[in-house]
């Protein structure tokens, strides 16, 4: 067992956050952690990772762990400073090794070159993949003037970087695009230590994770298998709770009125039937599940379009980022934005919104359309104002669906307890900071959205909950969004940034993706069967003497793994592997999918290091 926790116990204030949580994670496995805005997942992780000290119960640990938190602290100056220091156990490890072999120490070098062996010997190239793909900011950049997004990629490059044998991710996807996602769904995938995740990104909880833990109500739950299993397992178990807790609440009742009814005890059976009352009246009643409407309709009827993008070009000081973008809006229509990070998607936004001219086209509004806005940095609300003000804005009452509504019971709508209204809005977590805003978003009465990355910072329920509201709102939504899940379920339109200022519609993301596929060029079979030439050592080559090495060896590997995938796939197309049960079929498509990945990975290696000959 990597790590094992029991019965941790931590309160802030009078507010008890776990109350006798266990948690166990064994070498190579990787858990999402699940539960509810302010459940204590993040809690729970600072705790195992050391970084927070429970009240009660033991953690312990077999090695240190690497945590990426919400609001992560950066060290150094520069980015430069930050990645060198999540790489210093690999400059000791090589220090190490030096002087294991100047003191002729053989047994502790050996042991030392294979540590080396297995992680590698040259870390920059390492460091400056990690940094590509997560696009973390030029390492000369100041660490005090990077944006949140930026911060947040350069701690999840610095995570990945440390390679730790248990590694804790508190929300890893905020801030990057999909095809970032994409590829750290994949490194996840193959990473060799443990990983826990806590994330609301579906489709990467189905693909990494062996196993789900729920915190609930200040303990944890755990369900085996994928996130899909979790949640028909979970809805199974809730509803054998209820039914008990429905049995326990009317023999409370029956037993309470008996009492009542009854003379003072005085039999041994009385006196037993009593004790046990008692009992049933201190027994923890089941957690009830908090959950809120959001209905976001206003009647709003248009037969025409509502919002024309006529040839529109847009960017800053001469310098376009996208061009004649032809878009028409219809009620109705929720329409996904999607693209990388920095490629035009909020300057989009910025012009439908009349905030910034185009540099080309126009913007069609409909007259009675009325815009709507929730930006990715949740602006908008004042954070001096408390919460009843910044729902009320400053008024005791509010109109809803042309009801007059008091705040506090509004408030209460959007889950919001009593004992908050008077809490500023700057202390809020971001969960509920995007509650608030989903409510102010009730109120306006917009029939056109504008969301900016709206699942950011959202547990599952409020995600589901907001999923359902924009199915149902018959007014139109633009949603810049790398939710996968998101896009999938909700949009009926996928406007993609593709680059060099091409902006492309689609009818789904899975059109998009293979529009995108199609245009990559693709390698023949002949250049991936072509032997590798022999080729004297030289330092002009680009390659180094290890780097060499590996591309003499690389057509040898990718033919073992050629026959590993082609035996593979005979097995699952054996009629009599499926009659053994599912754990067999499970574990061949795991095989097949992490050879498949292996190989790509491969090719992908291959040509890199042809390119630099």
């Known amino acids: 067992m990597m790590l094992q926790a029991q019965e941790i116990e931590v309160s802030f204030g009078d507010s008890r956050v776990l109350r006798g949580a266990d948690f166990q994670v064994s070498a190579g496995e990787c858990v999402g952690l699940v539960g509810r805005n302010g459940s204590g997942k993040s809690t729970l992780l600072k705790v195992l990772a050391g970084a927070l000290e429970a009240d009660r ?35 000791q490890l090589m220090l190490d090794y030096e002087e294991a072999l100047a003191a002729d120490e053989i047994d502790e070098a050996m042991r030392l070159q294979d540590r080396l062996d297995d992680v590698g010997w040259e870390f920059g190239h390492r460091v400056d993949g990690v940094c590509e793909r997560l696009k973390v900011p030029a390492r000369e950049a100041e660490v005090s003037v990077l944006s949140g997004g930026e911060g947040r990629r350069l701690a999840l490059a610095r995570a990945l970087l440390s390679t730790p044998d248990l590694l804790l991710l508190d929300e890893p996807t905020n801030h990057l695009d999909a095809e970032t996602i994409e590829w750290l769904q994949g490194f996840l995938s193959g990473y060799r230590g443990a990983v826990v995740l806590v994330t609301h990104d579906r489709y990467l909880l ?25 949640l028909l397992a979970r809805a199974d178990r809730r509803s054998r709770l209820e039914k008990a807790e429905a049995s326990r609440v009317s023999t409370l009742a029956r037993e309470a009125a008996w009492a009542c ?49 006529d040839n529109l070009s847009g960017g800053y000081a001469g310098n376009p980022l996208f061009s004649g973008v032809m878009l028409s809006v219809h009620a109705g229509d929720r329409v996904a934005i999607v693209g990388p990070n920095g490629i035009g998607k909020s300057t989009l936004f910025r012009l439908i919104q009349r905030e910034i001219e185009p540099m080309a086209g126009h913007v069609h509004r409909a007259p009675r359309v009325k815009l709507a806005t929730i930006d ?27 009801h007059s509504v008091h705040v506090a019971g509004f408030l209460k709508r959007f889950l919001f307890r009593r004992e908050q209204l008077d809490q500023p809005v ?99 079979e002949a250049k991936k069967a072509a032997p590798v030439a022999q080729k004297a050592p030289s330092n002009q080559d680009g390659l180094s003497w290890k780097e060499r090495k590996e591309l003499e060896e690389l057509p040898a590997r990718l033919e073992g793994m050629e026959a590993q995938r082609k035996a593979l796939e005979e097995t699952l197309s054996d009629p009599l592997l499926y009659k053994g049960g599912g754990d067999e079929v499970a574990a061949a498509t795991r095989s097949l999918k992490e050879v498949q990945d292996a190989l790509a990975a491969g090719y992908a290696r291959w040509e890199e290091l042809e390119s630099r000959q």
């Open 261 to 309: 009814r009854s003379p003072a005890a005085r039999s041994t059976r009385q006196k037993a039937r009593l004790k046990r009352l008692e009992q049933l009246r201190e027994e923890r009643p089941l957690f009830r599940e908090q959950t809120f409407e959001l209905d976001l309709r206003t009647g709003f009827k248009a037969g025409k379009s509502i919002l024309e993008l």
């Open 57 to 91: 119960g033991t953690v312990r640990r077999q090695t240190a762990a690497g945590l990426l938190e919400q609001l992560p602290e950066l060290p150094g100056n520069t980015v430069q400073d930050a990645l060198d220091d999540s790489i210093a156990w690999h400059t």
């Open 376 to 402: 990715q940095a949740r602006t908008g609300l004042d954070p001096t104002d408390s919460l009843f003000e910044a729902a009320g804005g400053g008024a005791s009452h509010v109109e809803v669906a042309g």
């Open 206 to 230: 189905e693909a990494v994770a062996d196993r789900i833990v729920e915190v609930e109500d200040g303990l944890t739950i755990s369900y085996d298998g994928s996130y899909a299993d979790y």
């Open 426 to 524: 700057s202390t809020v977590s971001g969960g509920e900071r995007m509650r608030l805003l989903l409510a102010r978003l009730l109120l306006g009465g917009a029939n056109v959205l504008l969301l900016d990355e709206p699942t950011n910072d959202l547990d599952l329920m409020t995600l589901r909950v907001l999923e359902e509201a924009l199915i149902a709102f018959d007014g139109a939504s633009l949603i810049i969004s790398h939710d996968r899940a998101l896009v999938d379920r909700v949009c009926n339109v996928v406007l993609a940034f593709e680059g060099g200022g091409q902006v492309t519609r689609y009818a789904s993301r899975l059109q998009a993706i293979r529009a995108h596929e199609r245009s990559i060029p693709v390698v023949s």
